[in-house]
């Protein structure tokens, strides 16, 4: 727990050090840079080639400080940490390249991603949000929503659940835990009327809540999750 609080504390207060500058970094000249960079990202896929991880992020480091303003380093760099389940390393790095373009799909959902799961849901949500408009995906509407929920951001909620449930497609699903081991896989618009329902519920409008909750089962007759909650609203 205080790992995951001093990660937290270090995202928090950390700007961007891209946004710092360094007189100290000697200058190469074109020729010598060029070779250096050449032998690096050599020893770069010779490292991924061979499963050495750490070898393969010390190039990277190599790389990023030689070029500090090519950031697809750092996104290579972001998605090792990330695919070895380093969040915090992960979330550091994905929030220092949307510095440098706020607008790169993949730093926004290791961000997104990352910092929920270090439990910084406030700094999870705009990253979500933005995915969302940047690229329509109702998956990240999902999230969003359910984060304004988790953040009793109530109104926000609503109105981001009410765009999922017109939006949604017939075919898009979402996986929800059964058990440590199994996902049910059940219709985003049945989860999107299922957190509707848990809304309501955290609002004490029991009535409206059941109805969400049954509108969510009539769509998706098989949600366990949206059937235990119906229950506790009976």
Wanted: charged share 25%; net charge negative.
């Amino acid at each position: 727990m205080k790992r995951i609080l001093f990660a937290l504390l270090i995202i928090l207060c950390s700007g961007s050090l891209f946004a710092q500058t360094n007189d100290s970094i000697p200058r190469l000249d074109a020729k010598t840079k060029n070779a250096l960079n050449a032998i690096d990202q050599i020893a770069y896929q010779m490292a991924l080639r061979y499963n050495d991880r750490a070898m393969a992020k010390s190039k990277l480091y190599d790389l990023m400080s030689r070029n500090p303003d090519d950031i697809r380093y750092m996104e290579a760099l972001t998605s090792l940490y990330f695919e070895a389940g380093q969040t915090a390393s992960a979330a550091l790095v994905a929030l220092d390249i949307l510095e440098l373009n706020d607008k790169s799909i993949g730093a926004l959902e290791i961000a997104a991603y990352s910092l929920e799961q270090l439990g910084a849901l406030d700094r999870a949500l705009p990253q979500y949000e933005s995915l969302y408009l940047l690229t329509g995906d109702n998956f990240s509407l999902y999230k969003s929503a359910y984060l304004q929920y988790s953040l009793k951001r109530y109104e926000e909620a609503i109105n981001s659940v009410n765009m999922l449930v017109k939006n949604a497609k017939a075919d898009e699903k979402i996986g929800f835990p059964i058990s440590e081991t199994e996902t049910q896989e059940v219709a985003i618009k049945a989860a999107a009327l299922n957190l509707k329902g848990l809304i309501f519920q955290d609002q004490n409008s029991m009535a409206e809540a059941k109805a969400a909750f049954q509108e969510a089962i009539s769509l998706d007759p098989n949600f366990q999750q949206a059937q235990e909650n119906l229950k506790k609203v009976n």
